[in-house]
Nanobody, 118 residues
Framework: VQLQASGGGSVQAGGSLRLSCVGSGSGSSFNSMGWYRQAPGKQRELVAAQTRGGLANYAGSVKGRFTISRDNAKNTVYLQMSSLKPEDTAVYYC?????????????WGQGTQVTVSS
């Protein structure tokens, strides 16, 4: 199983970025997909997750600013990030799970850096 993330980059505060992650591999049909992030010196935290059925879970710090969505047919998950703040700066990791959980962590992709400058 592979999770390939893309879309990270640098943006000024208030700007937007869209992350994408495509899952592939033997029998890959993920019940849950989502995103974690880890900032320097901080613990990894769940940002957002969504089940195949559409249930979503967001960290309190991103509610109202980030939107997770999926294309189940393509095993792809997106994270639309708006009104970005410097504290959103982190490495973002795509995650997926075979279970319909709102905290997916079976599979991890490589990280993509998001940097928000003030």
């Amino acid at each position: 199983v592979q999770l390939q993330a893309s879309g990270g980059g640098s943006v000024q505060a208030g700007g937007s970025l869209r992350l994408s992650c495509v899952g592939s591999g033997s029998g890959s049909s993920f019940n849950s997909m989502g995103w974690y992030r880890q900032a320097p010196g901080k613990q990894r935290e769940l940002v957002a997750a969504q089940t195949r059925g559409g249930l979503a879970n967001y960290a309190g710090s991103v509610k109202g600013r980030f939107t997770i969505s999926r294309d189940n047919a393509k095993n792809t998950v997106y994270l639309q990030m708006s009104s970005l703040k410097p504290e959103d700066t982190a490495v973002y990791y795509c995650v997926a799970d075979s279970a319909p959980t709102l905290d997916p962590n079976d599979y991890w992709g490589q990280g993509t850096q998001v940097t928000v400058s003030s």
